[in-house]
């Protein structure tokens, strides 16, 4: 009895000091743990990448720079190699600080930029309404400098290109608004008076009552407004002519739009006919006055010379 008693005291030892031994095993870290979870979260990430059929974006390189990353190591060097400013220089650099504009954030530039784009370069009061927190006399002064040193910018085609594209459609909303306003001078009675010569481009839905309408109110509220043709569709919808013209009635802003921008290209059409006409009139006018002025002298001559031969046998 005592000896089995020992056996299975014996056993029970052994067995504690085999689960000492595996805790202070599991409790020491391997010679390089941290190495193998790096490498096997990469693998990790490789592999996910694959499975989506991702590539790594490669940057592309300057053609004119045949080892970029030499290049970049010898900037480098020149970099760390550089001698520090002298007092003078120093000076002419903090004088220099304050003469730009130092106070232009990058939101400034792109404020003004955009501002050129939508009033025109010109219109430096309705630009500076645009540009947050800066004077009229502020962005003037900018203005100044930004339209002599322009093209010292890396991006000036792109931005000269957005800043042209705006003014060409502030031109093209001028051009418009005087040709309507040229159509609506010739009536006394625009609403009841004008007429639209159509050619051959009339169309079926609208009459030309519609179309007058459309003309006469578009220049009334102004082509140029925001929201002018959703104001123009209340406006058909008020109107009592077409309180039973259900096709007016139902079209869209957009469409009104689309009519309208139709009526327009008829318009300037006309007036530039009406103008050639115009000049071809003034043209033979000038042609017939040195004509006639050179009749009336040639008819003073022989008349004089009439009278001078009366006045000899006299």
Same mark, same amino acid.
């Given at each position: 009895?005592?000896?089995?008693?020992?056996?299975?005291?014996?056993?029970?030892?052994?067995?504690?000091?085999?689960?000492?031994?595996?805790?202070?095993?599991?409790?020491?870290?391997?010679?390089?743990?941290?190495?193998?979870?790096?490498?096997?979260?990469?693998?990790?990430?490789?592999?996910?990448?694959?499975?989506?059929?991702?590539?790594?974006?490669?940057?592309?390189?300057?053609?004119?720079?045949?080892?970029?990353?030499?290049?970049?190591?010898?900037?480098?060097?020149?970099?760390?190699?550089?001698?520090?400013?002298?007092?003078?220089?120093?000076?002419?650099?903090?004088?220099?600080?304050?003469?730009?504009?130092?106070?232009?954030?990058?939101?400034?530039?792109?404020?003004?930029?955009?501002?050129?784009?939508?009033?025109?370069?010109?219109?430096?009061?309705?630009?500076?309404?645009?540009?947050?927190?800066?004077?009229?006399?502020?962005?003037?002064?900018?203005?100044?400098?930004?339209?002599?040193?322009?093209?010292?910018?890396?991006?000036?085609?792109?931005?000269?290109?957005? $800043? *042209?594209?705006?003014?060409?459609? +502030?031109?093209? #909303?001028?051009?418009?608004? /005087?040709?309507?306003? %040229?159509?609506?001078?010739?009536?006394?009675?625009?609403?009841?008076?004008?007429?639209?010569?159509?050619?051959?481009?009339?169309?079926?839905?609208?009459?030309?009552?519609?179309?007058?309408?459309?003309?006469?109110?578009?220049?009334?509220?102004?082509?140029?407004?925001?929201?002018?043709?959703?104001?123009?569709?209340?406006?058909?919808?008020?109107?009592?002519?077409?309180?039973?013209?259900?096709?007016?009635?139902?079209?869209?802003?957009?469409?009104?739009?689309?009519?309208?921008?139709?009526?327009?290209?008829? $318009? *300037?059409?006309?007036?530039?006919? +009406?103008?050639? #006409?115009?000049?071809?009139? /003034?043209?033979?006018? %000038?042609?017939?006055?040195?004509?006639?002025?050179?009749?009336?002298?040639?008819?003073?001559?022989?008349?004089?010379?009439?009278?001078?031969?009366?006045?000899?046998?006299?």
């Amino acid at each position: 009895m005592e000896q089995d008693t020992a056996a299975v005291a014996a056993t029970v030892a052994a067995a504690d000091a085999t689960a000492t031994i595996v805790v202070i095993e599991d409790e020491q870290p391997g010679p390089s743990t941290s190495q193998e979870e790096g490498a096997a979260a990469a693998a990790t990430e490789a592999t996910a990448a694959t499975e989506k059929g991702e590539k790594k974006k490669e940057v592309p390189r300057n053609p004119d720079i045949p080892n970029p990353a030499l290049a970049q190591r010898e900037e480098q060097k020149k970099i760390d190699g550089a001698e520090p400013l002298t007092p003078e220089e120093t000076e002419e650099k903090e004088k220099l600080l304050t003469q730009g504009f130092t106070n232009w954030t990058k939101r400034d530039f792109n404020q003004f930029i955009k501002a050129n784009e939508k009033y025109g370069r010109d219109d430096i009061d309705n630009i500076a309404r645009e540009v947050e927190g800066k004077s009229p006399e502020e962005v003037m002064e900018y203005s100044a400098v930004f339209w002599e040193r322009c093209n010292e910018l890396q991006d000036i085609e792109k931005i000269m290109a957005q $800043i *042209e594209r705006g003014e060409a459609r +502030i031109q093209r #909303r001028i051009s418009i608004k /005087k040709a309507l306003d %040229a159509k609506i001078a010739r009536y006394k009675a625009p609403f009841h008076q004008l007429r639209i010569q159509y050619g051959t481009s009339k169309g079926k839905n609208y009459t030309e009552e519609e179309d007058r309408f459309l003309i006469c109110m578009l220049h009334k509220m102004g082509f140029d407004r925001e929201n002018v043709y959703e104001e123009l569709r209340q406006c058909v919808r008020n109107a009592p002519q077409f309180r039973f013209d259900w096709f007016i009635k139902s079209r869209t802003a957009m469409e009104f739009q689309r009519r309208c921008n139709t009526l327009i290209s008829l $318009i *300037e059409k006309e007036n530039m006919e +009406i103008e050639e #006409r115009e000049r071809a009139e /003034k043209k033979k006018r %000038a042609t017939k006055t040195p004509m006639s002025q050179k009749r009336k002298a040639e008819s003073a001559t022989e008349s004089s010379g009439k009278k001078d031969v009366k006045k000899v046998k006299s």
